[in-house]
């Protein structure tokens, strides 16, 4: 059960160019999360998934796309990158229990981004 | 909407010595309150929550938290340090609209030394 796995760890781009972070969970939980983690700011919800085929913004959408592809993956897309943009990437999951604010998100290890 | 407010963004201890990392928050309704720690190059983990169960929480390796409504306080304690604790802590809530989103605290790094 290897929890909730992101790839690349890290990855360095050049300012315009695109790239896909990819995030999968194998707990079979409904919800799914992107995270950017930003010096003295915090966690910041970008993007999530509260079930398959649902998406919804979170407090720093611009610049991103998300696709939830199945229940297992959920895919965060840069199209044009820019250096604002470099960050620490967090993908989390959790799963819906019979009350809705007990749920806990479970995190993967991060992807690091370094737009140049 | 909630918020959090974690007071000092690094906090620094002896091995041994009790630890105290500060958060208060803002909320309408009851608050749903979690402490997670960040190991260095890491993801996030769980310490523990509050669902409104109890008032005293007790979480994983030691650490425990009480929910005081009369100070909006939800203060991370442990009564003696290890240097394994050193990590980042990171108090949040759960907002109340609707897909479970959580807003968390700016973080306090806990140094811990000999």
Not at chain 1, 50 to 67: L, Q
Not at chain 2, 24 to 35: A, D, G, H, K
């Amino acid at each position: 059960n290897a929890g909730v796995t992101q790839t690349p760890k890290f990855q360095v781009l050049k300012t315009g160019q695109s790239m896909t972070l990819q995030c999968a969970q194998d707990m079979n939980h409904n919800s799914m999360y992107w995270y950017r983690q930003d010096p003295g700011m915090g966690l910041r919800l970008i993007y999530y998934s509260a079930s398959e085929g649902t998406t919804d913004k979170g407090e720093v959408p611009n610049g991103y796309n998300v696709s939830r592809l199945n229940k297992r993956e959920f895919s965060l897309r840069l199209e044009s990158a820019a250096p604002s943009q470099t960050s620490v990437y967090f993908c989390a999951s959790s799963d819906r229990q019979f009350r809705v604010m007990r749920e806990t998100q479970y995190f993967g290890p991060g992807t690091r981004l370094l737009v140049l | 909407a909630q918020s959090v407010t974690q007071l000092g963004s690094h906090v620094s201890v002896s091995e041994g010595a009790l630890v105290l990392l500060r958060c208060n928050y803002s909320s309408s309704v009851p608050p749903y309150l979690f402490w997670y720690v960040q190991y260095p190059n890491q993801g996030l983990q769980l310490l523990l929550k509050y669902t409104s169960a109890a008032t005293l929480v007790k979480g994983i390796n030691g650490f425990e938290a009480e929910f005081k409504k009369s100070e909006t306080s939800f203060h991370l304690t442990k009564p003696s340090a290890h240097m394994s604790d050193a990590a980042e802590y990171f108090c949040a809530v759960r907002n109340t609209g609707g897909g479970n989103k959580l807003t968390f605290g700016t973080g306090t790094q806990l140094k811990v030394e000999l």
